[in-house]
């Protein structure tokens, strides 16, 4: 989110400031038009997509994935990325599965410590030992989701129906869903955090270039560390609500979600080159890709391997898109 | 370059102490850091053989390498990809794609039907290469794309079942022994062997490591530089088709659903623990071929000790992390 000043070149309508001005608006508002044409186009198609019973699950359907982009969003304008997110959410899950026979609150905060350390280790050897974002969440991915088997058995363990903890899965609250409420306060405070705080203009900095945030006097490590360990968290959250959602901790859940957070973010309009993107943006990607799942459910005779083409279709159109109007020379 | 320049100076530092005959501490480290993948993999080897119960048997060696061969074959070329300092995620869906082809056009013989295959292999990977090379889209976004898209695309090619393939002159590159070795493993060889001397003793490997060393400086001394990207993804691409009828050949049916599914998180583990830093301009292919041997011991030797297979992943998790934070030392993370 960079405003600019008034660039008196703009009133000579420069091609190159012109094309500046309509990627700026493109990348920050596009998803949020698209989002609102394939809205407005289902409406008109299919008699029953514009039911609140039917609007409600597609936010609902996204609102797992959600927490995830939440946190991804803050790693990738950081010019790093998380690929361990889907382990930890199956970690998150599996602990909230086995823990919730001992005390139901412990079930909701074990997931989230859990998950936070390893987030906060993530995050330590990225800052400090300074080794590539994508080789440690690499390891991360395989591990964590090796020891979510290792802990669960290799099955899913069943939650009973009857424990409060059930409640955070399939509760309401005002009539929404309670994962729905929690994506929501996430979005909202993530949006916050990355616009109106310090802490987030840190963050949008260190992407920008990292050498240039430490020579002011920018904490750097602290920013970085903070975002995996709430990369971590939030996945870890979507486990446990995940798991009281469906009455099971799988740790075989969330696999290959790292790759959907990527592209929900992606599509929203944030750079993965770090330095630039939008909360309100990755929330429109994850609506994106939760509503062309519906839209496939809807058709009924299309595959769910359609929406794998779709999705990486979407993905590629906005990279493209992204290319063209930022054109710089290529070599 | 700042990194480079520090490498540089190190391996310099390091010689003068070897000339001097001072054979220190560091220079020590230093070696095992270079050749990591290969002391741990003899240290696991000598592990098993006291440890493991019929260790040292042919079946055991043919089933380690059969099982291999796949990932070497992708391997290679993520290594090239990851020399130049991109990366190559698609390849376990470029599997599925070539394994759905070599069925839809055996009809026609079993020549055209691999012929197909790896023309479908190419060409996903002129497609992630022009991304690259003439769009400017990261690596990373345009194999991705590809990796989401190119399974569904395959499985809608199958119409969403298996395809039985049962032509013996396929089935006989994956289930024959000439000589007594594997198919697989012999065709994993020779791509090995071609893939190593493409970039050790010519000048599109020098192109190679060049662009990944520094893509405007290459650039700018004239090197082909969109013409290597792409034929480094169109390459990784066929090595990934290669795979793909390799497997299905073993299989003896195309599964698209399933056929090389996650195996990029495989090779991209064997290319690093190999010594290939993802910072590019640099590629080693008996690494990487080492790299992929070793973790899949990890996981035969976890299993022949009847320990969960799961531990195994975690174990393998952890290798990596070590071989990069020692390879960190070499400005190389």
Not at chain 2, 268 to 292: C, E, F, N, Q, Y
Request: aromatic share 8%.
């Amino acid at each position: 989110m960079v405003t600019r000043p008034a660039d008196p070149e703009t009133a000579n309508g420069g091609d190159a400031v012109w094309r500046e001005r309509l990627f700026e608006t493109l990348q920050r508002r596009g998803a949020v038009v698209v989002l609102l044409i394939v809205i407005a186009a289902s409406a008109l198609t299919f008699d029953n997509f514009f039911t609140a019973q039917n609007l409600q699950n597609i936010v609902l359907q996204g609102a797992f994935l959600g927490l995830i982009a939440v946190g991804m969003t803050f790693v990738i304008i950081s010019g790093g990325i998380d690929l361990s997110v889907g382990s930890m959410l199956a970690l998150g899950g599996v602990l909230a599965a086995q823990i919730v026979q001992v005390s139901w609150p412990l079930a909701l905060v074990l997931p989230l410590l859990v998950c936070g350390l390893f987030g906060l280790g993530q995050g330590l050897l990225i800052a400090r030992a300074k080794m590539a974002p994508f080789i440690v969440t690499l390891a991360g991915l395989l591990g964590i989701r090796g020891l979510a088997l290792a802990l669960a058995g290799e099955r899913p363990i069943g939650i009973s129906g009857e424990s409060p903890f059930a409640w955070f899965g399939q509760g309401q609250v005002f009539g929404l869903a309670v994962p729905i409420v929690f994506m929501v306060v996430a979005f909202v405070v993530g949006g916050l955090v990355l616009v109106r705080t310090s802490y987030g203009q840190i963050i949008f900095a260190i992407g920008g270039s990292e050498e240039s945030a430490r020579l002011m006097g920018l904490p750097v490590d602290r920013t970085k560390v903070i975002a995996y360990t709430v990369s971590g968290t939030l996945a870890g959250l979507s486990g446990a609500l995940l798991a009281a959602r469906l009455s099971a901790g799988d740790p075989n859940a969330g696999l290959a979600w790292e790759l959907d957070a990527i592209s929900a973010v992606v599509v929203g309009g944030t750079l993965l080159t770090g330095g630039a993107g939008s909360i309100s943006g990755t929330f429109a990607g994850v609506l994106l890709l939760s509503i062309l799942q519906n839209l496939i459910n809807q058709v009924g005779t299309l595959g769910s391997y359609t929406q794998q083409l779709l999705s990486g279709f979407f993905l590629i159109v906005v990279v493209l898109a992204q290319a063209f109007l930022t054109r710089k020379r290529i070599y | 370059m700042r990194q480079k320049g520090l490498r540089t100076k190190e391996t310099w530092v390091n010689r003068a102490s070897t000339v001097t005959g001072a054979l220190d501490r560091s220079a020590v480290t230093s070696w095992v850091r270079g050749r990591g993948v290969y002391v741990a993999f003899v240290a696991l080897v000598v592990f098993n053989l006291a440890i493991t119960p019929n260790f040292a048997s042919v079946a055991t060696l043919s089933n380690l390498l059969i099982q291999v061969s796949p990932v070497v074959l992708v391997s290679l070329g993520v290594a090239l990809a990851i020399g130049t300092e991109g990366i190559d995620l698609s390849v376990g869906s470029v599997m599925a794609l070539a394994s759905v082809f070599l069925p839809l056009y055996i009809g026609y013989g079993w020549p055209v039907g691999i012929f197909a295959a790896l023309l479908v292999g190419a060409m996903a990977g002129l497609v992630n290469g022009s991304l690259v090379a003439f769009v400017g889209v990261q690596p990373i976004i345009a194999t991705l794309a590809m990796l989401v898209g190119g399974r569904g695309l395959a499985q809608i090619f199958a119409g969403g079942q298996l395809l039985i393939v049962s032509d013996p002159a396929v089935l006989a590159l994956g289930q024959a022994r000439p000589f007594g070795i594997p198919a697989p493993v012999i065709v994993a060889t020779v791509a090995a062997i071609v893939v190593g001397f493409l970039v050790k003793r010519t000048t599109f490997g020098r192109y190679v490591v060049a662009i990944g060393g520094n893509r405007s400086a290459s650039y700018l001394s004239g090197h082909p530089v969109r013409r290597t990207l792409l034929a480094v993804y169109a390459i990784s691409g066929l090595l990934a088709a290669l795979a793909g009828i390799v497997a299905t050949a073993r299989l003896g049916a195309s599964d698209p659903s399933n056929i090389g599914i996650l195996i990029e998180l495989s090779a991209i583990t064997a290319v690093v623990v190999g010594g290939t830093p993802l910072s590019g301009g640099r590629v080693k292919i008996l690494g990487t071929v080492m790299g992929a041997l070793l973790i899949q011991l990890i996981a035969t030797t976890f299993i022949a000790n009847n320990l969960p297979f799961t531990w195994a992943q975690v174990f393998t998790a952890a290798i990596i992390l070590v071989a990069v934070y020692l390879q960190k030392g070499r400005g190389a993370a």
